[in-house]
Every structure is written in C-alpha cells, then in structure tokens.
C-alpha cells in the first residue's frame, strides 16, 4: 500500500501563490501516474494535473498556466505550484497515486482563496 501524505495548504487572498507537497510511502520510481485532484465542498472532486514516471504532465484547462506540478523521485515527493489563485480554487487538494492497477489518496489539505 501507498501512503500519501499532503502539506502546504492554507489561507491565501486571491492572485496570491501557495505550494503544496505530496510525500509517498513508497519510491515514486515504481508508481505509474501521480497527480492532483481536488474537491470543493457540494462539488465532485476534479482533476488537476498528473504527472508520470517520465515527467510528462497533463493539466485542467482551470489549471494551466496557473499551476505546475512536478516531482522529485530522490524525495518521494510531488509537488503543485500554484499561481494567480482565484476564489474559485478553493478546494481540499488530495494527493493520488496510480500502481498496479490500483489508486491510492493522501487525506487532503484545505486551500482557501479569499480576501
């Protein structure tokens, strides 16, 4: 089993920045497909950005241009940059993993985008 563990999220006025980290349990060298959902309270929760073993990326269309995600296979950590955040990105941010056919979720972190 994969552990995920989310940090970084907080309260920020809009057009500010924040960074969240993802540390795994396990060497991210054997996980497929890591990545970034995030859910707001009443709403489904939503894509963000994956990321792949290789390092290509996919982006919501909400997030690009916006928000980086990256990652560091020494640390077993991901990372999402986030810029220019909005009202709208206020949302609990989870961590997700894909190996072995099977998906994995840390338990979130809160980002809230108000004035």
């Known amino acids: 089993q994969v552990q995920l563990v989310e940090s970084g999220g907080g309260l920020v006025q809009p057009g500010g920045s924040l960074r969240l980290s993802c540390a795994a349990s396990e060497n991210i060298l054997s996980i497929n497909v890591m990545g970034w959902y995030r859910q707001a309270p009443g709403k489904q929760r939503e894509l963000v950005a994956t990321?792949?073993?290789?390092?290509?990326?996919n982006y919501a269309d909400s997030a690009k241009g916006r928000f980086t995600v990256s990652r560091d296979n020494s640390k077993n950590a991901m990372y999402l940059q986030m810029y220019g955040l909005k009202p709208e990105d206020t949302a609990v941010y989870y961590c997700?993993?894909?190996?072995?056919?099977?998906?994995?979720w840390g338990q979130g972190t809160q980002v809230t985008v108000s004035s």
């Open positions: 990321i792949s073993r290789d390092g290509y990326t």
């Open positions: 997700y993993a894909y190996r072995w056919g099977n998906n994995y």
